[in-house]
């Protein structure tokens, strides 16, 4: 393993221009040249002024005639008027899931319900730019990680679950895997359809019907899926969305006839959650914060390693629970690894999440923003070194700067806190003993990063990492085939693979 | 929660003990049985914290009676200081437990097994004085519960085989999740099955590579603590289990809400704790083993194989671990 190539990644500086010396960059200059607008055309896309809840197959007001807006956070205007669902809402979704599960979904022969799961993979891929299009303007991410990574794996994650519904009986042999019944799945607004898939997708693979509430911020790709399901026939039930506050997200979970709870979001409502179901039968499944450590050793590839933490924390705005936010540097290589930071950061492009070339969009919400805000205020205030590359941020919308600390010590917030934005903290290390004992000093397990050109190294590290996934060097690598989950306060039970479809069966012997 | 059965009256107390010890040490007792003027050795049944024997430092005991309400033995209550020193004992012991390779840990804990053959007589005495099993029962039990500690131990070197997986991801890399143990596991023992309940409980967690704080059966715990001199005995390292006895309303709150233990088999929680127990189990994302709400504690047969010896019952302390690595040149 220890010749084995890093990744390599498409670099925005042109060939042949890629010393940063020739730039005369890192020291917060803009670079010196314009790009062209490319903007991906929002055409494809007709966003409706209402949307309904989806329930028993249909699209319903809220019980209350009640809805919210949801905004574009790259221009803050509303894109559309959603219902705002009731507990009354959230009964009516679980009745029909319910019903579904008893007299279709349940008894469908699990051949039968792979081939509606193929159906709804093959219907995503066709509209794939719509949905990447809709992604980008609810959630603020840039149009080619939409369009590259959500909407595709999005896909995926069906098709690959889609072949276990009728092979069930290899997933976990000597067993007979029964279907749980109804799921509550309550997803957050940072991947919104790609999580949709990860909630849905093993869940109906195994037999069981779904409510699913979106985040309050970023129903719309949800809703788009919920006319998905109507192309694909699938059966009026076995997929409910109600969209609405986090209070009927707690309905959801508290709700008697619901069999199974997801999550994926912050640990704070995972404790909720977890503590919603205490006392009952109910499964439980938590995908929820971290504060992951990118080690970076003095034999690493340092252009790759560069590239391999800016995608790591710059991706989707660092709005990722799994995301790199904690880079460990060793002593030796740390000033030299800055400098090439520096340069990186300085060519990342932030502004329309549908121009083709933007790097770094939108963040979600105000109030998300609002809370980077002051975790950056924090880390300054407790004497860490901040640097934020010069770049225009456009006037509307909420934007924040690619933003870099050194000086970082372990007790300070934002070496701590979950930031949930485009800020790295950068620590440094001696001896690989040190670079384990700061990595695990967290009470996050969700994931890690290992860079360097020794293959026993990566494996003990690797080893010894207590997070649910390491990349090697690579960073934020994702695939339905591969279980997805953390340690400790990151959460419990693993999405993906094999072992995704665990938390949605209950098996008994043959 | 006080002993089912009434204290003695002092007058009968003697006499009735003296039964009850008959019966619990039948086996060392029969060969100077003839002789009347030998005076009995008792045994003091005390905690099981980092390999070593303390009473509880809180000084305090309950008295143990046998099913049919003869006295036993004053056993350690222990005290939310007790819960704490054996957590402790634990996160130190759970390194080392951890990296034994596979199959070392497979022999240590098949060793277990050899030992507990040659107590048999001696478990059977306490299983038949604590549940009221006829001697023939109380023997099929302890036997039971050696072939189940044999099952787990065979799993040390194939959990990760069966449970693990190299997965086929769409692009260049190469990746495989194995699975790895929780850490600090908190065991409830099942309150009526002292010895084969218990062992169905604690094999799993101890196979997947974890260390234990396990709280004893609080009306039949005698058993456990016999265990532990088993442990003590073979290769099991201190620490890795650790077996406090004592009252639960005062042990499994302490244990559920302590923030160094990773997760809590909550099979033998009373079902009216059971909600509390969980609430605070929440508060720190611990992972949790629980007996459905539908199975009542007391009627489970512990006896029915395919019930308890199953490999979700491993998985249930295992954390599963990722890799990701690129290939190519």
């Known amino acids: 393993m220890a010749s084995m190539a890093t990744d390599t990644k498409t670099s925005l500086v042109p060939a042949g221009d890629r010393s940063p010396s020739s730039w005369g960059l890192g020291d917060g200059q803009a670079v010196p040249w314009e790009y062209a607008p490319a903007p991906e055309s929002r055409d494809i896309v007709t966003i409706k002024p209402r949307y309904g809840l989806f329930i028993g197959g249909r699209d319903v007001a809220a019980s209350d005639g009640g809805t919210f807006a949801t905004v574009n956070p790259a221009t803050e205007e509303t894109l559309a008027l959603v219902a705002k669902a009731t507990p009354a809402d959230a009964d009516k979704a679980v009745h029909a899931a319910r019903r579904a599960q008893k007299r279709s979904w349940g008894t469908l022969p699990g051949k039968e319900r792979a081939k509606y799961l193929f159906r709804i993979a093959r219907i995503l891929q066709e509209r794939s730019r719509e949905f990447a299009v809709l992604e980008s303007m609810d959630t603020g991410k840039p149009i080619k990680e939409s369009r590259d990574v959500d909407v595709p794996l999005a896909a995926a994650h069906f098709w690959y679950y889609a072949g276990w519904a009728d092979k069930l009986e290899y997933a976990f042999p000597g067993r007979v895997a029964v279907p749980l019944g109804v799921a509550a799945q309550i997803i957050p607004w940072n991947f919104p359809l790609l999580m949709l898939a990860w909630k849905i997708a093993p869940a109906l693979a195994a037999g069981n019907t779904v409510v699913l509430k979106p985040a309050s911020t970023t129903p719309l790709s949800a809703l788009l899926f919920a006319d998905v399901c109507r192309q694909a026939d699938l059966p009026p039930g076995v997929v409910n969305i109600v969209t609405g506050p986090g209070e009927i997200g707690m309905a959801l979970v508290t709700h008697p006839d619901v069999n199974k709870v997801a999550f994926t979001g912050s640990t704070e409502i995972g404790k909720r959650i977890a503590k919603g179901v205490a006392g009952t039968d109910k499964g439980l499944t938590l995908e929820l914060g971290g504060k992951a450590a990118n080690i970076v050793f003095d034999d690493a590839p340092l252009d790759q390693a560069v590239e391999g933490i800016v995608n790591g924390i710059y991706f989707n705005q660092g709005e990722v629970c799994c995301a790199g936010s904690r880079l460990l540097a060793q002593e030796s290589i740390v000033e030299p690894l800055i400098d090439k930071l520096k340069d990186r950061l300085s060519t990342i492009r932030v502004g329309d999440p549908l121009d083709k070339n933007t790097d770094v969009g939108a963040i979600n919400s105000k109030s998300q923003l609002e809370k980077i805000t002051e975790l950056v205020a924090s880390g300054v205030a407790e004497g860490a070194e901040m640097y934020q590359p010069a770049c225009d941020l456009p006037d509307r919308g909420y934007f924040f700067r690619p933003t870099l600390f050194t000086n970082v010590a372990q007790s300070h917030r934002i070496a701590r806190e979950e930031i949930f934005g485009p800020v790295l903290s950068v620590l440094t290390f001696r001896t690989p003993d040190e670079a384990v004992e700061k990595a695990n000093n967290t009470v996050y397990g969700l994931s890690a990063g290992i860079w360097t050109d020794k293959g026993s190294r990566i494996l003990e590290m690797a080893q010894r990492m207590r997070a649910g996934v390491v990349w090697a060097n690579t960073f934020n690598k994702f695939d339905p085939t591969s279980p997805f989950g953390g340690y400790k306060e990151s959460g419990f039970g693993r999405e993906g693979g094999m072992h995704g479809l665990h938390a949605y069966v209950r098996l008994e012997d043959r | ?329």
Request: glycine share 8%; with cysteine.
């Open chain 2, 1 to 329: 929660m006080a002993t089912r059965a009434r204290k003695p009256s002092a007058s009968s107390t003697s006499a009735r003990t003296g039964t009850a010890r008959a019966a619990a040490t039948r086996a060392q007792n029969s060969a100077v049985a003839a002789s009347p003027a030998r005076v009995e050795v008792r045994k003091t049944y005390k905690l099981y914290i980092g390999g070593a024997f303390p009473r509880t430092e809180s000084g305090r005991s309950y008295l143990v009676v046998g099913d049919d309400g003869t006295l036993l033995a004053n056993a350690c209550r222990a005290s939310r200081k007790d819960v704490r020193d054996a957590v402790r004992a634990a996160r130190g012991a759970f390194p080392g437990w951890a990296a034994k390779t596979a199959m070392t840990g497979g022999q240590v804990l098949y060793r277990v097994a050899e030992l507990m053959e040659g107590r048999r007589e001696q478990f059977a005495a306490e299983v038949e004085a604590a549940e009221g099993l006829r001697p023939a029962a109380a023997r099929a039990v302890v036997d039971r519960a050696i072939d189940r500690w044999v099952w787990y131990a065979g799993w040390a070197d194939k959990i990760g085989q069966v449970l693990g997986s190299s997965n086929p991801v769409a692009a260049p890399y190469f990746n495989f999740t194995i699975p790895e143990a929780t850490g600090v596991v908190g065991v409830v023992a099942p309150e009526t099955s002292s010895l084969l309940g218990l062992v169905s409980r604690l094999a799993p967690p101890l196979v997947a590579g974890n260390a234990v704080v396990l709280i004893a059966s609080e009306k039949r715990p005698l058993s456990a603590v016999t265990l532990t001199e088993v442990l003590a005995t073979s290769d099991v390292p201190g620490g890795v289990v650790n077996v406090l006895t004592g009252f639960k309303k005062e042990l499994v709150p302490v244990l559920a809400a302590h923030e160094d233990v990773d997760a809590l088999d909550t099979w033998g929680v009373a079902d009216e704790m059971r909600t509390e127990v969980e609430t605070l189990a929440a508060e720190d994302i611990k992972r949790l083993a629980r007996r459905p709400t539908t199975v009542a504690e007391a009627r489970f047969d512990w006896l029915d194989d395919a019930a308890t010896e199953r490999p979700e019952w491993i998985a249930a302390f295992l954390e599963m671990k990722t890799v990701w690595h690129p290939i190519g040149g």
